[in-house]
């Protein structure tokens, strides 16, 4: 029996996968993920089955991810080659932070987590920070059980994310750990088969 080589999708496929509107005219017809169209339709499109795009899906629970950017709290490049140049020149931690305005402790972080202060080099430090951020983290209600709980029992009596959402809000107002956004809630549903809501639901 002949196994297809697993399949690599690229960016451009991706975005196609999500959303066929941004092919040009030459590339395959059809409609895409955010516009109803089956994964299993959307497969035959790359001459693959629905199982080839699942995992695609399933990884942000069908909801299309936002264009990747970094966050205006993470230590830039620019900032990082001034850290760099700084431990060069033999500078201390708490000299360089002061030049970047950023606590000495954030600065000290980044030294230790990119080699100490003998090896730390700004492109590799940006480098391996951008592909930490790719790393999966769990969602909010697999870690809170207390919260997951309250969800099942509401979807149970048939109350939409929405609701449930809303309901936190006024229930916990002052409870980070007790609110999550209907979307969060939309996802556990989507990927309900990792375990993170009861299967029933």
């Given amino acids: 029996m002949a196994y297809r080589r697993r399949i690599y999708f690229t960016e451009k496929q ?4 999500w959303d066929p ?3 040009c005219k030459h590339r395959l017809p059809g409609s895409g993920w955010e516009r109803g169209e089956s994964m299993r339709s959307i ?17 942000t629970g069908g909801i ?9 709290l ?24 002061r030049e970047l305005c950023r606590s000495a402790s954030t600065v000290s ?14 492109v590799d430090a940006d480098t391996q920070a951008w592909k930490r951020s790719l790393r999966p983290k769990l969602c909010k209600l697999a870690m809170h059980k207390h919260l997951q709980g309250i969800i099942a029992n509401k979807l149970v009596i ?29 996802k556990s549903l989507f990927v309900q088969a990792r375990g993170v809501l009861k299967e029933e639901l």
């Fill in 14 to 17: 991706k975005a196609d996968i």
């Fill in 21 to 23: 509107s941004q092919r």
């Fill in 43 to 59: 497969g035959q499109l790359f001459d693959r089955g629905s199982s080839s795009i699942y995992p695609l899906l399933s990884k």
């Fill in 64 to 72: 299309r991810p936002p264009d990747r950017k970094r966050s205006r």
């Fill in 74 to 97: 993470t230590l830039t490049h620019f900032e990082r080659e001034v850290i760099s140049r700084g431990i060069a020149a033999l500078r201390s931690i708490r000299s360089i932070a």
């Fill in 109 to 122: 972080r980044e030294v230790k987590r990119n080699g100490g202060y003998d090896q730390y080099r700004a």
């Fill in 158 to 186: 048939h109350w939409s994310p929405e609701q449930i959402a809303g309901w936190l809000k006024r229930q916990y107002p002052d409870e980070e750990h007790n609110n999550v956004s209907h979307e969060t809630i939309y």
